[in-house]
């Protein structure tokens, strides 16, 4: 869906990216991590062309954006950031109508839209829609910001750290509403961050990048297990390495298919981190495990979860 | 109902411009108590044109030299805020600080041999002087848009002039509204003294008043002068007001 082909920009006589190449598939939520200075918010805004590559090719969906009008490009994309950018002077529904109003929507379907977004971010139609920006809360805000970014249907959207600024109950809340809304939508996501938990927890596949190079694109779970250098290892964190292992992984790809446990059961897309913390609440060492529409599907054995 | 008509005699912008209506239309109606002030005086009234003639010449005076400075000076506080014309930022705000340095007593003085006596003159003048308040707000405003607002309306797909019309020149609006209302009220005062030159303006019966000793005249001229700046000083707030409601 989104290729990057050798691609560099420099600013000055320093390579903010240096022939950068990764592929992201249709669908995929790619998380860009590195420290501050690696490149990746630049990588991210030559996407939709906020700058443009000293060399190399970006193709979207095939086409070389080079040839495709800024403008256009941008509309069908999403864009969300750190510092959320609503328009002070606009409304919620104003706010969120941007990219329909600019294509053209007709009022009524912008409308109708505009009270799905609010439902699925979890934001009272009748109570937010004609709230200005300032009188929301900062989560709230990126509530909105996201719900503007989805407005028009974009297949790609592109998120520049939206949830660092928001305080950790906030982030939590904002981080499963995004995976939702990728669960659902399959649009495809590339995602800026530069905490290694929210790229694990989130993110299909995760690109590391240093000092404008790619150092390593790869699933959550290979870059935990096969890391491809001391700079992986350590934006990994050493510590708690084996949680952060199950946390990539779901009961689901545990569970034996038989036999029998007591208790209430775990959802099989739950995280094996947050199963083994139950079962240490719970002072067992088996669990029984339910499938999406809640019919048992066997049970997770706490020695399966130290099994390579 | 009742509530509304109450709210709006209440309303100190109403209320001044029944104190203004008065004044241009109620003037004669004066003419005893000033008789009585200035018992010596021969012509206790100015009578040779009416005040609401005056009034109008003035408003006119005041409002196309402004509407001028408007055009010209948002237009180039547009301009140097743009990439391409941000090199001639430094002249722009040159020239509009030495527009505002010269007294327009002085613009006055070296247009009229340039351009005879009359309204053309004055008009060059308080065009001139209005430019730097309005040129300064308006780059101010343009900057004070906020960073990630910009980035934003530019990541969404909005092209420049959207970005101007729907995002910067609104959000701008009560900053280069600030500058327009500081130009006006500046030049319903200085247009008084366009009266030197020519013009008919409220600024007569004063100098004619200050000329043949008659304080009276000049109190009546002073006295809408005043007036008239409160009315639209008051309007300007009622605008500003209606301008940022979103911040409220």
């Given at each position: 869906?989104?290729?990057?082909?050798?691609?560099?920009?420099?600013?000055?006589?320093w390579?903010?990216?240096?022939?950068?190449?990764?592929t992201v598939?249709?669908?995929?939520?790619?998380?860009?991590?590195?420290?501050s200075?690696?490149g990746?918010?630049?990588?991210?805004k030559?996407?939709n062309?906020?700058?443009?590559?000293?060399?190399?090719?970006i193709?979207?969906?095939g086409?070389?954006?080079?040839r495709?009008r800024p403008?256009?490009?941008?509309?069908?994309?999403?864009?969300?950031?750190?510092?959320v950018?609503?328009?002070p002077?606009?409304?919620?529904?104003?706010?969120?109508a941007?990219?329909p109003?600019?294509?053209?929507?007709?009022?009524?379907?912008?409308r109708?839209?505009?009270?799905?977004?609010?439902?699925?971010l979890?934001?009272?139609p009748?109570?937010?829609?004609?709230?200005?920006?300032?009188?929301?809360?900062?989560?709230?805000?990126?509530?909105?910001?996201?719900?503007?970014?989805l407005?028009?249907?974009?297949?790609?959207l592109?998120?520049d750290?939206p949830?660092s600024?928001?305080?950790?109950?906030?982030?939590?809340?904002?981080?499963?509403?995004?995976?939702?809304?990728?669960?659902?939508?399959?649009t495809?996501?590339?995602?800026?961050?530069h905490?290694?938990?929210?790229?694990?927890?989130?993110?299909?596949?995760?690109?590391?990048?240093?000092?404008?190079?790619?150092?390593q694109?790869?699933?959550?779970?290979e870059?935990?297990?096969?890391?491809?250098?001391?700079?992986?290892?350590?934006?990994?964190?050493?510590?708690e390495?084996?949680?952060?292992?199950?946390?990539?992984?779901?009961?689901?790809?545990?569970?034996?298919?038989d036999?029998e446990?007591?208790?209430?059961p775990?959802?099989?897309?739950?995280?094996?981190?947050?199963a083994l913390s139950e079962m240490?609440?719970?002072?067992?060492?088996?669990?029984?495990?339910?499938?999406?529409?809640g019919?048992p599907a066997?049970?997770?054995?706490?020695?399966?979860?130290?099994?390579? | 109902?009742t509530?509304?008509?109450?709210d709006?005699?209440t309303?100190?912008l109403?209320l001044?411009?029944?104190v203004l209506?008065?004044l241009?239309f109620?003037?004669?109606?004066?003419?005893?108590l000033?008789?009585?002030?200035?018992?010596?005086?021969?012509?206790?009234?100015?009578?040779?044109?009416?005040?609401l003639?005056?009034t109008?010449d003035?408003?006119?005076?005041?409002g196309l030299?402004?509407l001028?400075?408007?055009?010209?000076?948002?237009?180039?506080?547009?301009?140097?805020?743009?990439?391409?014309?941000?090199?001639?930022?430094?002249?722009?705000?040159?020239?509009?600080?030495?527009?505002?340095?010269?007294?327009?007593?002085?613009?006055?003085?070296v247009?009229?041999?340039?351009?005879?006596?009359?309204?053309?003159?004055a008009?060059?003048?308080?065009?001139?002087?209005?430019?730097?308040?309005?040129?300064?707000?308006t780059?101010?405003?343009?900057?004070?848009?906020?960073?990630?607002?910009?980035?934003?309306?530019?990541g969404?797909?909005?092209?420049?002039?959207?970005?101007l019309?729907?995002?910067?020149?609104?959000l701008?609006?009560?900053?280069?509204?600030?500058g327009?209302?500081?130009?006006?009220?500046?030049?319903?005062?200085?247009a008084a003294?366009a009266?030197?030159v020519g013009?008919k303006?409220?600024?007569?019966?004063?100098?004619?008043?200050?000329?043949?000793?008659?304080?009276?005249?000049?109190?009546q001229?002073?006295?809408?002068?005043?007036?008239?700046?409160?009315v639209?000083?008051?309007?300007?707030?009622?605008?500003?007001f209606?301008?940022?409601?979103w911040?409220?």
């Open positions: 869906m989104i290729a990057f082909e050798r691609v560099t920009k420099r600013f000055g006589p390579a903010a990216v240096d022939a950068v190449s990764f598939e249709e669908g995929e939520l790619c998380a860009l991590i590195g420290p200075g690696s990746k918010s630049t990588a991210l030559m996407i062309r906020l700058i443009v590559p000293d060399a190399g090719t193709r979207v969906a086409e070389d954006i080079a495709l403008e256009d490009l941008r509309r069908r994309m999403g864009y969300v950031i750190q510092s950018g609503l328009f002077h606009w409304t919620v529904e104003r706010n969120i941007t990219v109003d600019l294509l053209g929507w007709p009022q009524a379907r912008v109708d839209r505009v009270t799905e977004l609010l439902e699925l979890k934001l009272d009748r109570r937010f829609r004609g709230a200005f920006p300032h009188q929301l809360s900062g989560g709230q805000q990126q509530r909105v910001g996201v719900a503007r970014a407005a028009a249907e974009p297949r790609i592109l998120m750290e949830f600024a928001l305080d950790p109950i906030t982030r939590e809340a904002l981080q499963a509403e995004l995976a939702t809304i990728h669960r659902e939508t399959r495809t996501i590339v995602f800026v961050t905490d290694m938990d929210e790229a694990l927890k989130l993110a299909n596949r995760i690109a590391v990048l240093d000092q404008g190079r790619l150092v694109c790869a699933p959550p779970l870059i935990l297990t096969r890391p491809a250098d001391d700079f992986v290892r350590d934006l990994v964190g050493r510590e390495w084996g949680l952060k292992v199950l946390a990539v992984e779901t009961v689901g790809q545990r569970v034996r298919p036999g446990a007591a208790g209430v775990l959802p099989s897309a739950m995280p094996l981190r947050r240490v609440a719970r002072g067992t060492d088996r669990l029984p495990v339910v499938d999406d529409q019919r066997g049970v997770l054995h706490l020695a399966d979860l130290v099994r390579p | 109902m509530g509304r008509v109450l709006l005699l309303d100190r109403t001044a411009l029944l209506t008065a241009m109620g003037m004669p109606a004066l003419k005893p000033f008789a009585v002030l200035y018992p010596s005086l021969e012509r206790p009234l100015y009578e040779a044109d009416s005040f003639a005056l109008a003035h408003l006119a005076l005041v030299s402004s001028g400075a408007v055009l010209v000076g948002c237009t180039a506080g547009i301009v140097v805020t743009r990439p391409s014309g941000a090199e001639f930022r430094g002249l722009l705000e040159a020239v509009a600080t030495m527009g505002q340095t010269f007294p327009p007593v002085a613009v006055l003085a247009a009229v041999p340039a351009i005879g006596f009359g309204v053309e003159p008009l060059i003048a308080l065009t001139l002087y209005a430019l730097l308040p309005i040129v300064e707000n780059v101010a405003g343009l900057e004070g848009v906020p960073a990630s607002v910009l980035e934003t309306a530019r969404l797909g909005m092209r420049p002039v959207e970005i019309l729907r995002v910067e020149l609104p701008a609006a009560p900053v280069i509204l600030a327009i209302r500081t130009a006006v009220i500046i030049n319903v005062g200085t003294i009266s030197t013009a303006t409220l600024g007569l019966p004063i100098i004619i008043g200050l000329n043949g000793s008659n304080p009276a005249y000049v109190i001229g002073a006295a809408v002068v005043a007036v008239l700046a409160v639209l000083d008051f309007g300007f707030d009622r605008l500003t209606l301008l940022s409601r911040r409220v």
